[in-house]
């Protein structure tokens, strides 16, 4: 098998430990029926273990330099070379029954684009297992009134249920990355809110934490929200983004929804 130096620019690094791969199977659970899409296959440490436990496996993989090898080592994958950021899902959800898992060691320097697009297609998607920078993981997971509590903290336990499965050590790649990882586990829930309602809760969490030092009221008025007069929104303007709950962030797009123009 042909060896592929990783690169730096599409944030690879090779997992290379056949105990934490078998770790992620078993948090996977791959069921026969299952709709499964691998982000980043590589070459292939991953995909071996769960292309046959599942009716329903797609590989995308950004890399051309590893096509031929995934194509000629597993002869009936269903191969996308293209970026994942950039993949029309609906359109791929079309031609399945069932809701997609996606799993993979993704790039560390696209986790939230790649996150916000699960969410965005949280319709057609049941869950995701990703390895993930340990960091962000914590930080997905951060508890309202701490630093780490954030954009993604709100939105993501908003939309879905998270946790974070196990950390990973970096001698388990190779390249070795400078940081620890953490593989989490986002199954996605029932928010109880429309599209335009959901689309007005993100906007409405990102404004809030525009200025995360100053006030919510001076975060607001520097935001895409600056019209709206929010004196009897029913959250006190004098608190910072990090201190508001989840409930809070709910409320308050639920008045922007009303006042917006």
């Not at 430990?17 to 691998?38: G, H, Y």
């Not at 390249?175 to 829930?189: E, G, H, R, T």
Request: proline share 3%.
């Amino acid at each position: 098998m042909q060896k592929f130096t990783p690169l730096k620019r599409f944030g690879q690094n090779y997992l290379k430990d056949e105990n934490i791969l078998n770790k992620i199977v078993q948090t996977i659970n791959p069921q026969q029926e299952d709709s499964i899409i691998e982000i980043g296959p590589g070459t292939g440490a991953l995909t071996k273990k769960i292309i046959d436990k599942c009716a329903n496996f797609i590989a995308v993989e950004i890399d051309n330099r590893v096509i031929d090898q995934l194509k000629s080592e597993f002869l009936n994958i269903n191969l996308i070379n293209a970026d994942f950021l950039k993949l029309d899902l609906k359109f791929l959800s079309s031609k399945t029954k069932h809701p997609f898992r996606i799993v993979g060691n993704i790039p560390y320097n696209l986790t939230s684009p790649i996150i916000f697009k699960i969410i965005e297609n949280r319709d057609i998607i049941h869950d995701a297992v990703f390895m993930i920078q340990l960091e962000v993981a914590e930080r997905m997971n951060a508890k309202m009134g701490t630093k780490e509590y954030g954009i993604l903290a709100v939105i993501l336990n908003h939309f879905a249920e998270v946790k974070l499965c196990f950390k990973v050590s970096p001698n388990v790649f190779y390249p070795k990355p400078k940081v620890y990882s953490a593989v989490i586990k986002i199954v996605m829930k029932e928010s109880g809110m429309h599209e335009s309602g959901a689309q007005i809760f993100i906007r409405t969490v990102k404004a809030a934490f525009g200025k995360r030092r100053k006030t919510l009221r001076n975060s607001l008025k520097s935001s895409i929200f600056e019209n709206i007069d929010f004196t009897n929104c029913g959250i006190d303007l004098g608190l910072r983004a990090e201190q508001l709950s989840i409930a809070d962030f709910i409320k308050l797009s639920e008045y922007v929804s009303k006042n917006i123009s």
